[in-house]
Every structure is written in structure tokens, then in C-alpha cells.
């Protein structure tokens, strides 16, 4: 899982540790993102890393840590939760405020994982998400913003520049039925049945184009 060729297991293990202090996922939640992203630079798919939802940065480091020399988008408010929706459930109340982030750690955690070409669009995703430039061509997308609307919006706006093969990684499907109801009413709406793949108590993913895992069992065809 060394993230470069000069780079030990070790070394980015250690890295990895140092993030879980930038994110609220924990040390081997950040392994994971890492192992995912792994897994697209080893199936040499083209295309920056974007991330909507970042807070300190500490998930955004370990998915560049595994996927090195791309360029990195990063949408966040940095003030917060935007107020829950109805979809959002009753254990969202008084979440809005909550998960701020800061700029600053965003810069520090990047630092950490040695990656230098990122774009930081501060502010609500309704405004962000029109500036311009903006990521052309994905090659993983990462949606950890939580609610209903925050998570359908970022897979409207970005899911259509994943490339065929590229990976979209949702953060939240465990964990808030609105991120879950997000995925399964964008997927009706665009007539979607991604092969899906879990981690953690929350973490979903799947790779844009899949749909199903034979080639990953050596021997499949067996009599
Ligand atoms: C759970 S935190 C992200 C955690 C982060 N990925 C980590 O590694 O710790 C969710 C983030 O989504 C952002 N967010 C959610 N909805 C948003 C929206 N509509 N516009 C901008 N930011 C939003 C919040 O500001 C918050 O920082």
C-alpha cells in the first residue's frame, strides 16, 4: 500500500496514524480510503481525486496518499453542517454547526500525505460547485457531506465525470439514512445498479461501470 514507489508500507501506515487526528474516521477506517484509492491507481484509471465534505482534510490525505500525483478538489463550507432535511432522520436534530472544519488543518493534513496540487473551494456547495475551473475528468470521487440533499447534489454535479472505472466512495451510507436514501434515489433517477461495496460501519463504494466481481476469483469457471 506504499503510495509511492520510494514509499514504505510502513512509512504510509505511520502517515495514516498521524491523520486520524485531521479526520473523524478512525486510523483503519483511513486505511481503508487509502487501500480504495490503492486500487484505482493500480488499475491505472485517469483523473483527479475530488472530495465533497472534507472538515480537516484528514480523508482527503489518505485517499492521496494511495492515489499520488493527482490533482485534489476539496468542497467544504468550513462552517459546518448546513441544517438536516426531513429525509435526514430525527437523529440528525442539532447536527447543523457541528463537523467545522478549518482551512488551515486542511493545508496541514495535505502536508502530512506530501500532496501539493489541490484546489480548496470554500463555501455551500449550491455556490461552489459552479465555479470555475472544475475537475473535468474523475477518477475517484469521494461524497462524506452527510445529509440528504448535501450528498445528492455532490453525486449530480460530479458522478457523471467519473470515468469508466473510476471509484465513488460514500462515507456516509452506514450511517445516515439520508446519505443512504441519497444513493438509492439517484440511482433509481438515473436508472443505476451499482455493484456496492462496504466498509466499516458506514463507508460504501462501488466502481462506475462494474457490474459484478468474477474477475477477481482466479477460477470462476470451474465445472
Ligand atoms: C463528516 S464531515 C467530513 C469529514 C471528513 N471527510 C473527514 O475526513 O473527517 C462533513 C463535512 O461536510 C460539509 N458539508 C456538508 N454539507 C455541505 C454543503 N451543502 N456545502 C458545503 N459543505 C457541506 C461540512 O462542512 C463538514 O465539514
Known amino acids: 500500500m506504499g503510495n509511492a514507489e520510494t514509499t514504505t508500507l510502513a512509512e504510509t501506515l505511520g502517515r495514516i496514524d ?3 487526528e485531521y ?24 483523473g483527479d481525486l475530488v472530495e465533497c465534505g472534507v472538515r480537516n482534510g484528514g480523508s482527503a490525505a489518505a485517499l492521496s496518499l494511495g492515489l499520488p500525483g493527482r490533482h485534489i478538489w476539496l468542497y467544504d463550507s468550513f462552517e459546518g453542517l448546513p441544517p438536516p432535511g426531513p429525509r435526514d432522520g430525527a437523529a440528525a ?11 488551515d488543518r486542511v493545508v496541514a493534513a495535505l502536508e502530512i500525505a506530501g500532496a501539493r496540487d489541490y484546489t480548496v473551494r470554500p463555501g455551500w ?3 461552489t460547485f459552479a465555479a470555475r475551473p472544475a475537475p473535468e475528468r474523475i477518477a475517484l470521487l469521494h461524497v462524506d457531506a452527510d445529509w440528504y440533499d448535501s450528498v445528492i447534489d455532490s453525486l449530480e454535479r ?4 467519473v470515468v469508466d472505472g473510476g471509484t465513488i466512495v460514500l462515507g456516509d451510507f452506514g450511517h445516515w439514512e439520508g446519505c443512504r436514501e441519497a444513493f438509492y434515489d439517484f440511482c433509481r433517477r438515473h436508472d443505476l445498479k451499482p455493484l456496492l461495496e462496504r466498509y466499516g460501519h458506514s463507508g460504501a463504494w462501488w ?5 459484478h466481481n468474477r474477475a477477481s476469483l482466479a477460477r470462476w469457471d470451474m465445472p
Open 93 to 103: 436534530d442539532g447536527w447543523a454547526g457541528r463537523c467545522r472544519g478549518t482551512e
Open 125 to 127: 456547495f449550491a455556490e
Open 23 to 46: 479526520s473523524c474516521s478512525d486510523s483503519r477506517e483511513l486505511t481503508r480510503l487509502c487501500e480504495i484509492a490503492c486500487d484505482v491507481r493500480d488499475r491505472g484509471v485517469a
Open 158 to 161: 460530479f458522478h457523471p465525470l
Open 207 to 211: 466502481v462506475k461501470g462494474r457490474g
Open 18 to 20: 498521524r491523520l486520524a
